[in-house]
C-alpha cells in the first residue's frame, strides 16, 4: 500500500480514537438524557450526519496535495482538543438544559427535541472533523499514488479495526477502570 505501515498505523489509532470519544459520549449524554433510545438515536444520528458532511465536504472541495496532509494533522489535534474539552463543554450544556427546564413544564416531545438538539450539536463539531479526516489522507495518498485506488479498501478496513478496537477497549476497560476524563 502507498505509504506503508505509518498509514495504516495512523488510520487505525484514528478510527480507534474516534469511537472511543463516541462510546464515551453515550455515556457521558446518557446522564443528561438519560439511558434510553432517545440518547442512542441522537448520538447516532449527529454522528453519522458529521461524519458523511466532513466527507462532503472535502470530497467537494479540491484539496491540494500539500494541504491534504497538514490539514489532516490540523484536523486530527482538533478532535483531541475537542475530545479533552468535552466534559467543560458538557457541563455548560448541562447547566443551561437544567436552566432551560427546572422551572419549565415541557411536554414530553418538546423536552426530547430540546435534548436531541443540545446534545446533538454538542458532538456534531467533532464528527464532522472526523468525516473529513480519512478523505483528506486517502486524497493525498491518490495525489501521490493513481494507484492508490486498490488499495483504499484496504485503509478503510484497517479505520474499520480501529473503531472496533477503540469501542471495545473503550466500553470495557478504559472508562470502568479511569472515567471519561482520563481516558479522554
Same mark, same amino acid.
Given at each position: 500500500m502507498s505509504g506503508g505501515r505509518d498509514v495504516s498505523r495512523t488510520?487505525?489509532?484514528?478510527?480507534?480514537?474516534?469511537?472511543?470519544?463516541?462510546?464515551?459520549?453515550?455515556?457521558?449524554?446518557s446522564v443528561l438524557m438519560g439511558n434510553t433510545a432517545y440518547t442512542l438515536t441522537t448520538i447516532l444520528i449527529a454522528f453519522m450526519t458529521g461524519l458523511a458532511l466532513g466527507s462532503f465536504l472535502v470530497r467537494f472541495t479540491k484539496t491540494s496535495k500539500f494541504l491534504a496532509i497538514?490539514?489532516?494533522?490540523?484536523?486530527?489535534?482538533?478532535?483531541?482538543?475537542?475530545?479533552?474539552?468535552?466534559l467543560y463543554l458538557f457541563q455548560k450544556v448541562q447547566g443551561f #438544559? /437544567? !436552566? %432551560?427546564?427546572?422551572d419549565q413544564q415541557f411536554s414530553f416531545a418538546t423536552e426530547i427535541t #430540546? /435534548? !436531541? %438538539?443540545?446534545?446533538?450539536?454538542?458532538?456534531f463539531f467533532p464528527t464532522f472533523?472526523?468525516?473529513?479526516t480519512l478523505p483528506l489522507l486517502s486524497e493525498f495518498l491518490y495525489r501521490k499514488d493513481s494507484s492508490f485506488t486498490e488499495d483504499f479498501?484496504?485503509?478503510?478496513?484497517?479505520?474499520?479495526?480501529?473503531?472496533?478496537f477503540g469501542t471495545i477497549a473503550c466500553g470495557y476497560?478504559?472508562?470502568?477502570?479511569?472515567?471519561?476524563?482520563k481516558t479522554a
Open positions: 488510520v487505525f489509532w484514528s478510527g480507534f480514537a474516534a469511537l472511543l470519544y463516541q462510546v464515551g459520549w453515550v455515556k457521558q449524554l497538514p490539514g489532516y494533522i490540523v484536523i486530527e489535534i482538533l478532535i483531541g482538543c475537542y475530545g479533552i474539552s468535552f #438544559y /437544567q !436552566f %432551560l427546564f427546572l #430540546y /435534548q !436531541f %438538539l443540545l446534545c446533538g450539536l454538542l458532538i472533523l472526523m468525516g473529513a479498501g484496504r485503509l478503510y478496513a484497517v479505520n474499520s479495526y480501529g473503531a472496533f476497560f478504559l472508562l470502568p477502570m479511569f472515567g471519561y476524563q
